[in-house]
Every structure is written in structure tokens, then in C-alpha cells.
């Protein structure tokens, strides 16, 4: 069975630019999660999606927003690069919508922000 | 919501040394506790888990028992290899809803041949 798969693997782009991330999940799961990776702040959760539906969010700016399509796959986008945007972008995917769940993580999408 | 606390590292052992990695947490309820392993240029992977008090989560040597009393899930394991070395991450439910965790800061392993 395919893990999830996250593209592209390496991105740089500079200050003012929008970049798009794409996650897709292992099949059957139709939970999709996204978190920020940095050496300053961790890992903090950005949004989680389930069926198509935004349920949770977490503390970014409105730049940051995501979406999920009918086959379980998401994307999000940043859009006005800022420098500090730099991370490891990784997504995670469920099975089911309970909060014990396993995640199963993606090997992320290094942003570069110049 | 609920958050956890983690040993910062790094933490550096000869091979074959007796490791713990301390995390604490606190929360609403009693959800379930994970220990996740990053490798260097990796995602991160479910190293183990446990989903009520008293349980003990082991894979791969390593152990961590879900301790409602002191509130920790300490990881453990009795013989380090080389190739143990990576970050590794306490993570719990982030809230009472939703597939969303909460990390500790991640602790560096690394081991000496």
C-alpha cells in the first residue's frame, strides 16, 4: 500500500510569490492533515480536512489556506511568501474522524523562501 | 487544549547505552499518547502508542507506559544502536475533536558508535 505522497519535495520561491503543496493520502484514508515544521517554533498544526470539509484550523494568518477534493487529495496554498514562511511543510493522513486516530506522515515539501 | 513537554536534547549515548526521553502532558480526558521518530531528510514515523492508562506501547526495543498518575509517557529503550539517531517527538490529540496532534519540542538522539 502507498504511503502518503507529498509534491513537490523542494520548492524556492521569493517574498510576494504564492506557492501551491500537494498531499495525497494513503488510499481509503479521507483525512487529511497539514502541519508547519521550523527549528524556531516545532511543528504546529495548520488545518485538517475530512470528506471535503475544513474542520479545524490552526493559528496562521489567512495566507495559509488549503483544500480538499472528492478523491481525498489536498492542497494548500501560501500565498505573499514572507521569509519566516521557510519550513518543512509535512502532511499527515487518517483513516477515520476520531481524535485517537493514527497519522501517517508524508516526507514533506522543503519551502525555501528567498 | 492539551499540550506536552519534552527533555530538550540533544541527548548523545555510546552505542549500546540505556536511554529515556522524558515527556509530560496534560490534557482533557485520557486520549491517546504516540511517540513519533524523525530521520534526518524524512516525514515522521509512528514509532508507538498507547491509548489508555497503564498501557504500555513498545516497537523496535523501544517501551513507553502511559502514566495517568504522574501524567507522563517517558520513552525508553534498553540498548541504543547507531542507527537510533534521529529526532524524536511526543505528540498527543491537540483537543476533544478532529486528527490533530500536538508536539513536544522533539528531542536529537544521537549515538556513538
Known amino acids: 500500500k502507498a504511503g502518503v505522497t507529498q509534491t513537490p519535495r523542494y520548492l524556492i520561491k521569493t517574498r510576494g510569490q504564492q506557492v501551491t503543496l500537494s498531499c495525497s493520502p494513503i488510499?481509503?484514508?479521507?483525512?487529511v492533515s497539514w502541519y508547519q515544521q521550523t527549528p524556531g517554533q516545532g511543528l504546529q498544526f495548520l488545518f485538517e480536512?475530512?470528506?471535503?470539509?475544513?474542520?479545524n484550523k490552526g493559528n496562521f494568518p489567512g495566507r495559509f489556506s488549503g483544500r480538499q477534493f472528492s478523491n481525498s487529495r489536498s492542497e494548500m496554498n501560501v500565498s505573499t511568501l514572507e521569509l519566516g514562511d521557510s519550513a518543512l511543510y509535512l502532511c499527515?493522513?487518517?483513516?477515520?474522524?476520531?481524535?485517537?486516530?493514527?497519522?501517517?506522515f508524508g516526507p514533506g515539501t522543503r519551502l525555501t523562501v528567498l | 487544549g492539551n499540550s506536552v513537554t519534552q527533555m530538550e536534547g540533544p541527548v548523545t549515548l555510546s552505542e549500546e547505552a540505556f536511554l529515556t526521553i522524558n515527556c509530560t502532558y496534560t490534557?482533557?480526558?485520557?486520549?491517546?499518547l504516540f511517540w513519533y521518530v524523525q530521520y534526518p531528510g524524512e516525514g515522521l514515523q509512528l514509532l508507538l502508542k498507547?491509548?489508555?492508562?497503564?498501557d504500555k506501547g513498545s516497537n523496535k526495543g523501544f517501551e513507553a507506559t502511559y502514566r495517568k498518575e504522574t501524567t507522563s509517557f517517558h520513552l525508553e529503550k534498553g540498548s541504543v544502536q547507531v542507527s537510533d539517531s534521529a529526532v524524536y517527538f511526543c505528540?498527543?490529540?491537540?483537543?476533544?475533536?478532529?486528527?490533530?496532534?500536538?508536539f513536544g519540542g522533539g528531542t536529537r538522539l544521537m549515538v556513538k558508535p
Open positions: 499527515a493522513s487518517s483513516l477515520g474522524a476520531g481524535v485517537n486516530n493514527e497519522q501517517f
Open positions: 488510499s481509503g484514508h479521507r483525512s
Open positions: 480536512y475530512f470528506s471535503e470539509t475544513q474542520r
Open positions: 490534557a482533557t480526558g485520557y486520549p491517546s
Open positions: 498507547a491509548t489508555k492508562a497503564d
Open positions: 505528540a498527543l490529540p491537540r483537543g476533544t475533536a478532529g486528527n490533530m496532534l500536538t
